[in-house]
């Protein structure tokens, strides 16, 4: 997430009471979970494992739980929990607003639209030109919806994040990361009826430009969709996933997180996507092999039987 | 779709700004997709794969981007392009209506039934008697609900047919075909929770009496279930599929488009159905098989090791 | 369903017209259904297979249609139709109770708990502290939610049991069986958006503290889930499942009836689990394998071509 204007480091230090060390003329323009972190970002970490991954990332600031060395030209802030800072902080520049209307005042919404009854538009969400959106859809707060839009009865747009910290020596193991990432949906793009699009972490989840999305699709965190995708009913597609181009996924496709299917290719019904696939090509199966190679394979088990008679007799 | 009345073909012929030629006496009675046809509907065709298959259909009225040989009985309307002028008569006979109330004026409910608070039942709704509908249920213009049926809580009925006009030489890939079928849904079915039905692209979506259906299951527009099915959570069947009576669909199955599922057949959950299956036999596996067979696959499969070390040694 | 009071055997057996022998001198103080009964509960049974498992379940007082030898302390209600007795006393003891309001005046809503616009909240529900349900969530009658929940959009709590007495020799196959149940979610646990958790057919669905549903994920009746598991979006679990503490299970992944998956298992993506499997292991596939014996028998698999070639020559 962006700042509404850059945030002085020393104002940071005092608000999560953080020990301020190296270069701390800069403001903070914003602040980033680790997988999608810029120039000006402040970001946390708090996992020995992840220490040098985030201290050489593209983020300036980082709030860290240890005395270290300070990259050139970045500042560190030292505190004993960086999770909580950062939840401390997220909260802060978007806290909870409440909702008392079916379309919030805070909310744009362009000519030509037309909104069903009981659709819900949360606070500060755009909505473009001709577009439509059914009944019974929630659109929670600060997502933008393009022009020529449709989406379905039942749809969710912007559910939080399902991104949690985890720590299993305490009672309550997950701990919910608050979420301060947007969804967005562009232009000509159209969503099935019963889908869920979850927000950004703290960066965007992304619907391209005129896909077309069948019902019950399920959409992760940070995922982002090229143009021209087309998703049948049922698929699911994790957190942080990179769906290029021209991208076809057939009904109940399952992709795991943090992967990229390259632009054009095609994923048969079912299939389980668990690693990156180039583009181009079509695949099918579970675990994922082109659809060829899949195919050679399940002619080879049926020939197990005449395998075993030859080598083991009748 | 049937037209309100007879509609001749001058008028269509003016209002498409087509050459007419062939037997232009008879009006037309409907307009309808290819895959369901019958005498005295229009039908369209544009791609020359299809030509054939169009001129002779059942159809009595073809729209067609090519000048050739009448059917004998038949007309041909001949335009530049003929998807946009199937679009524009559908638009015309069955315009956006928009709707701002939660129940429209124009649907009628029959005795006994109850409508639970915050159910959409959109324009030109019928429902049947001592019909229960969840809250949160979303009724999608034109649709008919039978008697003793219940819809629980945030299912759609009525969303639109996922069917595209297709052609990926230009900017947007995917335009969507306006549908102006049905779901029709028969007495003492009933329709569990989070569910969406599709309505037919010019014909019926129909849900068979007596059927049982569990929650958060897809049927895809055109799709007919028989008397007396049952379905299990998660259940999604793609469009055009011919689902006879008395079939049971366990848990997550998956059902390819355009296929027909035999008799009393059932099939095991998490199965991939992507070809016609004969009834009264059991089925399991994506891809599926007969259950005993694919239950001797998988031992087959366990044996590969056995097989090994007597060819090849430990 | 436990009675608000103990009844009478003599006005039950009034009540259904039963012919009432053995222990009469104990009131029932609860009614259930065979998977899951206690002392002083009535019960039902119609079908010789289970007369041996009701006479000799925990159950005090069997509705049955067979005159038999009174176990030891009990009381037999004999009808003609069990089934049918079973339904009228569930009937009278939970009666449909209209719902004309989005919160009904019986709900309870705790201090510090928010409920977005267009939120059902049927009758006699009980809502917790500091808890947040998103708009357009359903949660139907006798539900429990504890502190600190949060309930994402479009979710639906307390969908009816998926649960019917079957008989393929009349013209309705499936009639439902009322359920007298309850959904219970406990404190600290979060329900993703789309999720359907259906009520217990006459005890309780139970979402265990801390455990974290992402989106569209099916739990089905009288299934309980321990505390902190973590379930990813498309999973679905049936009835009448035992789901211990600390289970993870990946998205899409589908659960069997009736079984136990053991404390701290993890059952990756897409898996089928068909039984019952023991804790602190990692699982995969469809059928489900411990993960490294699948892994292997994929390896297994991809070596019958070098096994061909040696058998049977190029």
New interface residues.
Partial sequence: MQFPSPVSLQWIAEFINAKLVGNTNEPATGINEIHKVEKGDLVFVDHPKYYNKCLNSDASFIIINKETDVPEGKALLIVENPFDAYCKIVTHFRPFE?????ISDSAVIGEGS?I???A?IGNHVIIGKNTII?????I?DHCIIGDHV?I?????IG??A?Y?NTK?DR????K?MPDCGRVIIED?A?I?????I?RGVSHDTIIG??C?L???I?I?HDTVLGK?C?L???V?I?GVVTVED?VTLW??V?V?KTLTIGENAVIY??S?V?SDVAGGKTYLG??ILEAKEKSR??V??????E??E???GK
């Fill in positions: 409440p909702a008392n209307k079916m037309f069903y009854p009981n819900f059914h009944p019974n859809v929630t929670m449709v379905q009865a039942g749809t969710v559910s939080n399902f949690y299993k009672e309550l193991w997950y919910k000509f159209e099935g009826a019963g889908c869920t979850d430009r005129g077309k069948d019902n019950m399920h992760g021209n087309l049948a009913a049922q699911g994790a021209g009904g109940q399952g795991s019904g079912q389980g668990g579970s675990p394979e399940l080879w088990v049926k020939r197990i039987p395998l075993w030859k080598v083991m």
